[in-house]
């Protein structure tokens, strides 16, 4: 356990010392900070922004969103780093289990997407609190912020981290990459309506609508939302133990 | 020259040859699956290829990020000669897969002649794997330029409202997939490949300033 702990650590440490995290951090916040901002031209082009529960919803659907992506170029690279420098044939040589070495490096990268997110997500909410021209009680602001964390930052970094750190580790990083546009790029292409979202959109999924709903469109597709749920953090805990299943990972024999 | 060639497409390795060949079949299969109700080409040649074609550039076509880099640096006489090949080697091989995906595809759903496909895939794929380029040539990190590249992409992708404002459909991305009866995306596309040129003329400055550097 304190070996695997070691691992969580590093893991955490380094990827916030890295200027890439922060780069990625930046561009997503000045990207959402465009897009709502409460200035006037933004709140005449965006119906519901002087709502704070829309303001959330639509900081992680949309730009959460670019976020993820980023994160998951920063994520991917962990397995594949640790083989090209050697640091796993190190590692194998140690009194270091396999799933002490996997379950370090998912965790550790959970935990970083997981602390990213919520960072992003507060920070847009607190400029938003600031700067809103009309008055917001405080508690407008911190209900819809906290409901994102638990119902949509929590899977989607599951879902984004382990996907990115276990799948380099089966295929070339290269043809991950490949899947990985592909997925974000039909999330990108989606227009939500009134229906229920396909299960696997990554921040518009129909969990996010837990946050706010469109006044006009009624929605109660409880099925859906589950759906949603599933997909993100099923695929995510699959994904993280086909690697612990897998042999050839840790002996080559 | 072709023996440099020769030798940077071994540096490249099968896997490239592979994934390339599985994303093209990938998109037959779809061409012939997708029926009506996708607009296939834009998505496929406009928006999906070309950003295939930055990650083959950013990833297999490295610069900066190559292990050797210093080393060429120090040895080449013009290291621009080396950044430009190896881009023209994974440009150009991706570019070929594309074409022959657009050549089966065209056989299964005849909806746009060749060359109107040619136009929609050049010019950003020229554009978003020069900018990838451009990032390799000043970041030593893995896949850092690729992650750049693919930040721009999918921005470009999520900000379509834009297109709204006067101006902006000449140089969007995208055009033909955001607005395809758009009259100007002709002259959209010129710009971008134009753009695209102009990244390249920064990445020469730039490999001249390390030449220079390395020679005093």
């Given amino acids: 356990m304190r070996k695997m702990i070691a691992i969580i650590r590093y893991e955490y440490k380094m990827q916030f010392e890295r200027l890439a995290t922060w780069g990625v951090l930046l561009a997503a916040t000045v990207f959402a900070l465009l897009d709502n901002y409460p200035s006037a031209s933004n709140l005449a082009r965006l119906e519901f922004l002087n709502e704070p529960a829309y303001f959330v919803y639509r900081t992680m659907s949309l730009n959460g969103f670019v976020l993820m992506f980023g994160l ?8 594949p780093l ?50 809103a021209p009309f008055p917001i009680p405080l508690l407008d602001c911190i209900v819809p912020l906290v409901k994102a ?22 295929i070339d990083i290269r043809l991950f990459y490949l899947f990985a546009a592909i997925l974000f ?5 989606y227009v939500g309506s009134a229906n229920a979202a396909p299960f696997y959109m990554i921040t518009s ?37 086909l690697l612990i299943l897998r042999h050839k990972f840790w002996r080559s024999e | 020259m072709i023996r440099r060639a020769t030798s940077e497409i071994k540096i490249i390795g099968i896997n490239f040859f592979i994934i390339s060949a599985a994303f093209t079949s990938a998109l037959i299969v779809l061409s012939v699956i997708a029926g009506e ?21 950013g990833e297999w ?7 050797n880099f210093d080393m060429i640096a ?76 693919g930040i721009v992409w999918l921005i470009v992708l999520l900000v379509r409202s834009l297109l709204r404002i006067s101006g902006v459909e000449y140089i969007y991305l995208f055009i033909r997939y955001a607005d395809e009866q758009n009259p100007v995306w002709l002259w959209n596309k010129i710009i971008i490949a134009a753009i695209g040129l102009f990244l390249w003329g920064v990445i020469y400055l730039k490999c001249k300033k390390i030449n220079n550097f390395c020679f005093t």
Wanted: charged share 10%.
């Fill in chain 1, 82 to 131: 640790d083989h090209k420098t050697g640091m796993k044939l190190l590692l194998m040589s140690h009194a270091l289990q396999k799933r002490q070495y996997i379950l370090g490096k998912l965790l550790g990268g959970f935990l970083y997407a997981f602390s990213i997110l919520c960072i992003f997500l507060t920070l847009n909410t607190a400029v938003y609190f600031v700067a």
């Fill in chain 2, 61 to 67: 076509g490295k610069t900066r990020a190559d292990s």
């Fill in chain 1, 149 to 170: 964390i638990i119902v949509s930052a929590f899977p989607v970094s599951l879902f984004v981290s382990l996907c990115s750190v276990a799948l380099p580790g089966m």
């Fill in chain 1, 185 to 189: 790029g039909i999330n990108a292409a």
């Fill in chain 1, 72 to 79: 998951m170029f920063l994520l991917a690279e962990r397995f």
């Fill in chain 2, 74 to 149: 120090a040895q080449s006489n013009s290291l621009f000669h080396w950044v430009l090949l190896r881009y023209v080697i994974t440009f150009g091989i991706s570019s070929l897969f594309a074409i022959f995906c657009m050549m089966l595809s065209s056989a299964f759903r005849y909806e746009l002649p060749l060359w109107e496909l040619l136009i929609i895939y050049l010019p950003p794929a020229f554009f978003l794997s020069s900018l990838c380029a451009l990032f390799g040539i000043y970041y030593t990190g893995e896949h850092i330029a690729t992650l750049a590249c």
């Fill in chain 1, 205 to 241: 999924g129909d969990l996010i609508r837990l946050i706010w709903v469109n006044p006009k469109w009624s929605f109660n597709d409880t099925g859906s939302i589950i759906a949603n749920g599933a997909f993100l953090m099923g695929s995510g805990l699959v994904f993280g133990s």
């Fill in chain 2, 37 to 57: 109700l996708l607009n296939f080409y834009p998505v496929s040649f406009e928006v999906m290829f070309p950003f295939f074609v930055t990650i083959a550039v």
